[in-house]
Each structure stands twice: as structure tokens, then as C-alpha cells.
């Protein structure tokens, strides 16, 4: 036996395989044809999918969130100041979505766009639903962060508009302009970027005289326009992270 392993050695490192080209790609074909073929036997439903997407996200984030919220809403409560609550919820704004950037660059940071794209579910589909996770439950925590503050009447909705809603929308436009941007941006500017965005913001509200020239509907104009820009990037990104997909399986198929 052991003459006979010496020879499959021997014969191992002298020959050289030369694969065929036509038989390799013959092989690809009837792995993707028993591999759908399986896959429909057990379809997933929407719902599984959407569920199996939220094993996937790192649920500290999401405490997190909650720690902040509360911490605001604390902050809310306990100051007697009531002009330090303007700025604190700017600040919570901007913070309450930066606590997403991980996430959403997970993929990236990972290098695994090209394992999601050869999936079965497009990557398309898979950002949406995570997209849909997040906003679910980041809806939920805000729906009850906002009833609390407006129960306890330290904050008005109105301001909770302009003063939480407006900076957190425009946050969450700059993070989805840098992931969907062509140059490979970083999540560590995206943070840069949402922080800049706070500061600037910090001044707006500060100074009294540009804060009081522009009347409250008009805050709310400027918050509605920044939310038809944040479906207009998410949909935008939801595409492009799609076509990126499909040219590597293309190039990868050598089409």
C-alpha cells in the first residue's frame, strides 16, 4: 500500500490537469438547474425571509437605540431649562441613526456583496428587507419615544418635527447617499459626515435670528421634501446594489 500511495504521489505532482472549458461550464449549468430545482421544493415565504433577515442583525444596535431614546427622554424631564432640549434632540437625531451605519455597511466591510449576489434571493431583496426590519423597528421605538415626550408635555409635536424629525431625516439621507455613492465610501466618513451635518445644525437652531425667519410650516416643507429625497435614495441604492449584482454574475459567467 505504501508503494502504491508513493506512485498516486508521483503521478499527482508529474501530471498536469488540463480542465475542458465546455465540460466546467456544463457542470455550472446542472449545478444552477439542481440548485433552483431544489430551491422551488421549498419555497420560503416573505414572512420566513423577512424573519430570517432579522437573525442576521446584531440586536445591540437596537439596545442601543432604546438607551438613547430613554436617555433623551430622561434628559427631557430632568433639565429645567427647556431651550437645552432642542439641541439634546438634534444631537439624539443624529446619533439614533449613526447607530445604524454598522449595519448597513456590514456587507461592504465584510466584502460579501458577491456572496449575496450569487444567492438565491437577489440583493436586491435582501436590502429591502433589512431596510423594512429597521424601519419597523426603529418606527416602533420612535412612535413611543415621541407618544412619552408629548404626554408628558415638555415637547410638542411640532417641535419633535423640527427639532428631532428634520435632523434625523437629513442624517439618514447623507448615510444613503454615501452607501449608494460610486466612490467606496467608508462608513467611518459616513459618521464624519452625519456629525458635520449635526454641527451645522447646532448652529442653525442656535442662532435665534435665522431659526425665528423661517416660520414653522416651512420647517415642516423642508422635512416632507428631505423625506421624498430619502425614498428617492433608498430606491435608487435598492437599484443600484441590484444592477452592481448582475454584472458580477456576469463577468464572473464571462458574458
Known sequence: MEGLDKRL???????IPKPDESKIKDTI????KIFYESAEKSVVSYFDFLYDQTRYVRKRWWGLQLLLLFLAGWFAQAVKDV???????GISASLFVIMVIPELWKNRSSNAMEVEGAAYFSIRQIYSARLLV?????????????????????????E???????????????????LCSRYAVSEYMACFLA???????????????????????VWFGICGMAALYLTY????LLREEWAEAQIRALSKNGG
Open 134 to 158: 429597521f424601519s419597523m423597528v426603529d418606527g416602533l421605538l420612535l412612535a413611543f419615544f415621541t407618544i412619552v415626550l408629548s404626554m408628558t408635555g415638555r415637547v410638542i409635536i411640532e
Open 233 to 236: 435614495i433608498v430606491s435608487r
Open 160 to 178: 419633535m418635527i423640527v427639532h428631532f424629525f428634520l435632523p434625523m431625516i437629513v442624517t439618514c439621507c447623507i448615510c444613503f447617499r454615501c
Open 9 to 15: 504521489r508521483a503521478y499527482g505532482r508529474s501530471t
Open 29 to 32: 449549468v446542472t449545478a444552477r
Open 83 to 89: 431651550r437645552m432640549i432642542q439641541p439634546m434632540l
Open 195 to 217: 456629525l458635520l451635518w449635526t454641527g451645522v445644525w447646532m448652529q442653525i437652531i442656535s442662532d435665534e435670528k435665522i431659526y425665528r425667519a423661517v416660520a414653522t410650516p
